[in-house]
């Protein structure tokens, strides 16, 4: 609980921001990740798609086309070449979900790094939800909620766990909600 109440809520918003933007302009939302977070990237996806009506893909998602390009190209260069085959352009938004940020000098998540830098150089916002520091996610995105690390044995599961938390949060924002999600959609029983 400790670390929930010292998010930034202007974090939070800023990152809702960033995506309601993408949409107004008509732009798309590519969700990547390693490991947890290309799960919640794919999961993501979906939500922003049938929650928000956001033109969204996990960039993991079709795993014939992403181990041919680490198996022909390299790990490091395989998320910012399917952004390329993409034409992710201006108006576009890349979100990442990544424990520590990405950390180029010790060789950590550089296939999020390289994406970043990509989605940066063709003048597309870059979003994302980032523990630690935040690393490199949190020194060039546009937005970027950094979870505050509770217990540093846990890093990890501290950080993959809220930021399930946090993207169910940000497509259920008023500034994205285009619908509701099925449970809330329902009348509430009644007790008797």
């Given at each position: 609980?400790?670390?929930?109440?010292?998010?930034?809520?202007?974090?939070?918003?800023?990152?809702?921001?960033?995506?309601?933007?993408?949409r107004?302009?008509?732009?798309?939302?590519?969700?990547?990740?390693?490991?947890g977070?290309?799960?919640?990237?794919?999961?993501?996806?979906?939500?922003?798609?049938?929650?928000?009506?956001?033109?969204?893909?996990?960039?993991?998602?079709?795993?014939?086309?992403?181990?041919?390009?680490?198996?022909?190209?390299?790990?490091?260069?395989?998320?910012?070449?399917?952004?390329?085959?993409?034409?992710?352009?201006?108006?576009?938004?890349?979100?990442?979900?990544?424990?520590?940020?990405?950390?180029?000098e010790?060789?950590?998540?550089?296939?999020?790094?390289?994406?970043?830098?990509?989605?940066?150089?063709?003048?597309?916002?870059?979003?994302?939800?980032?523990?630690?520091?935040?690393?490199?996610?949190?020194?060039?995105?546009?937005?970027?909620?950094?979870?505050p690390?509770?217990?540093?044995?846990?890093?990890?599961?501290?950080?993959?766990?809220?930021?399930?938390?946090?993207?169910?949060?940000?497509?259920s924002?008023?500034?994205?909600?285009?619908?509701?999600?099925?449970?809330?959609?329902?009348?509430?029983?009644?007790t008797?």
């Amino acid at each position: 609980m400790a670390i929930v109440e010292q998010l930034d809520r202007g974090q939070v918003e800023a990152v809702v921001d960033v995506v309601a933007q993408t949409r107004a302009r008509g732009g798309r939302l590519f969700l990547c990740g390693s490991g947890g977070g290309a799960g919640h990237a794919s999961h993501a996806a979906c939500d922003f798609r049938k929650l928000c009506d956001v033109e969204a893909y996990a960039v993991t998602d079709n795993v014939s086309e992403l181990t041919a390009r680490i198996n022909d190209e390299g790990w490091d260069s395989s998320y910012a070449n399917w952004l390329r085959a993409s034409r992710l352009r201006s108006g576009d938004c890349l979100f990442l979900f990544s424990v520590g940020g990405g950390d180029v000098e010790r060789g950590v998540s550089v296939n999020l790094v390289e994406a970043m830098h990509y989605a940066h150089d063709q003048g597309a916002q870059v979003a994302g939800v980032a523990g630690r520091d935040g690393g490199e996610l949190a020194r060039i995105a546009d937005a970027c909620v950094v979870i505050p690390t509770g217990d540093h044995g846990f890093v990890t599961p501290q950080t993959e766990g809220l930021q399930a938390v946090l993207w169910h949060l940000v497509v259920s924002h008023p500034k994205l909600a285009a619908a509701e999600a099925k449970w809330e959609s329902m009348t509430a029983p009644t007790t008797g």
